[in-house]
């Protein structure tokens, strides 16, 4: 007998795995006990009788090993990534230099995706070879269909180089609206909206049972996708509010004139935490080191300047970044939220308002709007036939992306999946009824 086919969510910031089988969908159960694994990775470099290696670790156990060697004060302790299906679509981005050695983006995905096939394969107690994979319906950076298939093709890449050797890509709103479908007994038309940590994914599907025996060409009437979701809204909030407390808008006077205290490139790459190791390098260091002294006179903007240097210095990046998650997802169920950040003698507090939050993320807003209205236009849908909208991810709780569709489909029923495993959930679905297709599509490329 075949082995069966599992359902895998490799997410930008979350993965999932779940496998269907007439009895219901099981989801794989982690450190914890916990269906959501991290899609993070963790290098470490060891000597060993003079010679150095380089240990991986992914998921809860690369924040642990990271959290410790930092408790620890371990110098320059490893390199932790995150987001690495952002750059999926980046062509310039290749790979980049660990300790010395050379890794594709394929390499370090696949670290990744193999631990998640062993965690699959312990828990099935059977080989895990084959999945059905999400996919957005466009890849973050990517700009025209050449970039997605490339995208596609790095993933199979890294698909493959773990261990799967046959995989189907599926949409993964698509994926999301088969658990919609799961719990009805009537068709309906439904508009699925996914926001996660990299890219915001909508589909325009007909579900139920009636529905279920079209193909998937008349059930799917369109799909569409934003690159851009949760990991966005962290940068805008470290722009506001992270980066003037580092002296973003600080100036000093030079030769007369008012100047930036530190150039504003160096408070881009910390929008992106991940970026911030990025900034630890000699040439930063002198341009620090040299705001610092022009700044000598004006002590407020000296301290701002100094708590940069500590930040770059100590790596603080993941921390930095949990503070700034720990007040967007508490902004979710508040109408403000203290913002606080405290770590090797660098102390920032402020209060953020929600009001202050949507403003700020006012542009990532209008730009689901349009997708939103783009896919309801190809589709010639008018509003009022969308019988209900379903949510899922974890930026589907922020409430001005909810009230997008409160607003625009008065007449339709919001529901809200499960978070963090609707599209799991789904292509495990998909997984088991595919699998009685006679015919499988190989992995691609
Ligand atoms: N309560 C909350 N309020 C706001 N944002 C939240 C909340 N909970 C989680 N998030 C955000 O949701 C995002 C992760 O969601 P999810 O796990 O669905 O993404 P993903 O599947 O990994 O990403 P993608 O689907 O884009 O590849 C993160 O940006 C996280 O900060
Ligand atoms: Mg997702």
Known sequence: MRPPAIGLDFGTTNSS???AS????TLVRFDAGTPSFRSLLYLEQHQTNGRSTTEAFTGPAAINQYLQRHA?????????????????AVRSLNGTEVFGRRYTLEDLISRILADLRDEATAVLGTEVTRAVVGRPVHFVSSETAADDAFAL???SAALRSAGFTDVEFLPEPVAAAYTYEATLDHDEVVLIGDFGGGTSDFTLIRVGPGARQMSSSERILGTAGVGLAGDALDAKLIRHLVAPALGS???VISFGKPLPAVPAWIYANLERWHYLSFLRTRNVEQILATARLRAASQPAIERQIDALITLVDEDLGYALHQAVQQTKVALSSADNSEFRFRDSGVNLRSTVLRADFEGWIAPELAAIRHAIDTLLKATGTAQPEVDHVFL???TSFVPAVRRIFE?????ARVVLGEAFTSVAQGLGLYARDSCLAPVKRPARG
């Open 249 to 251: 808008s600080a100036s």
């Open 153 to 155: 093709d790095r993933l």
């Open 407 to 411: 607003e625009r489909f008065p007449s």
């Open 72 to 88: 620890a004060q371990i110098e320059r302790p490893g390199r932790l990534i995150q987001s690495l299906k952002s750059y999926l």
């Open 392 to 394: 899922t991810g974890g």
């Open 17 to 19: 795995i779940a496998l």
């Open 22 to 25: 007439d009895a219901g969908t």
